[in-house]
């Protein structure tokens, strides 16, 4: 069993940055895929970014291209979204998932293990 916490999260004001964490626990994560997704209040959970397993390929929503840069750390089992330029329409409670065939996919249900959730907010 894999559990997820998501961390980083908290108030930032449009134009700044948020580094969000994703520590994973109870056994490696390294050979798994890796996603962040968002849900904003009264919309579904949307894909944010992805990584693969190795870390080489990376897949990201086109609102966030160019602003937002996933990564991995094996050692730390550990995955961030680095997210600048932020705007009031990033604000959402932030999901990590993890996706255990180790490619990184866009759609929710294809992934097994989720976090709790860290809240996004971005003021005007």
């Known amino acids: 069993q894999v559990q997820l916490v998501e961390s980083g999260g908290g108030l930032v004001q449009a134009g700044g940055s948020l580094r969000l964490s994703c520590a994973a626990s109870?056994?490696?994560?390294?050979?798994?895929?890796m996603g962040w997704f968002r849900q904003a209040p009264g919309k579904e959970r949307d894909f944010v970014a992805a990584i693969s397993w190795s870390g080489s390929y990376t897949y990201y929503e086109d609102s966030v291209k160019g602003r937002f840069t996933m990564s991995r750390d094996t050692a730390k089992n550990t995955v961030y979204l680095q997210m600048n330029s932020l705007k009031p329409e990033d604000t959402a409670v932030y999901y990590c998932?993890?996706?255990?065939?180790?490619?990184?996919?866009?759609?929710?249900?294809?992934?097994?293990?989720w976090g709790q959730g860290t809240q996004v907010t971005v003021s005007s």
């Open positions: 998932a993890a996706e255990t065939t180790g490619w990184p996919r866009r759609r929710d249900t294809e992934y097994d293990y």
């Open positions: 109870g056994r490696s994560v390294s050979s798994y895929a």
